[in-house]
Nanobody, 115 residues
Framework: EVQLVESGGGLVQPGGSLRLSCAASGFAFSYSPMSWVRQAPGKGLEWISG???????GYADSVKGRCTISRDNAKNTLYLQMASLKPEDTAVYYC?????????WGQGTQVTVSS
C-alpha cells in the first residue's frame, strides 16, 4: 500500500523558515518522481515543486529562489526546505506521486505564516 506522510508544518513568522518532510512507503521511492503541491485557504491546488528520480528539480515561480526540494532515497523521504516565508505561503502542503496512472497524496501538513 502506498503511503505518504507529511510532517514539519507549523506556525512561522514572515521571513522565517521551515523544512517539510514526506515519508514514503509501499512503492519504489528511488525510482519515482515526486512533487510538492499546496492548497491555500479558499483556493485550488498549486504545484510548487518536483524532483525526478535522478534528482532534477523544478519550481513554480511563486516559490523559486525560496524553496529547495530534495530527496533521501536511503530514507525514502522527500523534503522541502522553505525560506523567506510570506503570509501568502500559508497553505496545506502535500507530497504527491503518480504510479500506474493513479495519483497518491499524503494527508498534508499545515503551514501558517503570520506575525
Amino acid at each position: 500500500e502506498v503511503q505518504l506522510v507529511e510532517s514539519g508544518g507549523g506556525l512561522v513568522q514572515p521571513g522565517g523558515s521551515l523544512r517539510l518532510s514526506c515519508a514514503a512507503s509501499g512503492f519504489a521511492f528511488s525510482y519515482s518522481p515526486m512533487s510538492w503541491v499546496r492548497q491555500a485557504p479558499g483556493k485550488g491546488l498549486e504545484w510548487i515543486s518536483g524532483i525526478t528520480s535522478g534528482g532534477g528539480t523544478g519550481y513554480a515561480d511563486s516559490v523559486k529562489g525560496r524553496c529547495t526540494i530534495s530527496r533521501d532515497n536511503a530514507k525514502n523521504t522527500l523534503y522541502l526546505q522553505m525560506a523567506s516565508l510570506k503570509p501568502e505561503d500559508t497553505a496545506v502542503y502535500y507530497c504527491q506521486m503518480t504510479l500506474a496512472g493513479s495519483d497518491y497524496w499524503g494527508q498534508g501538513t499545515q503551514v501558517t505564516v503570520s506575525s
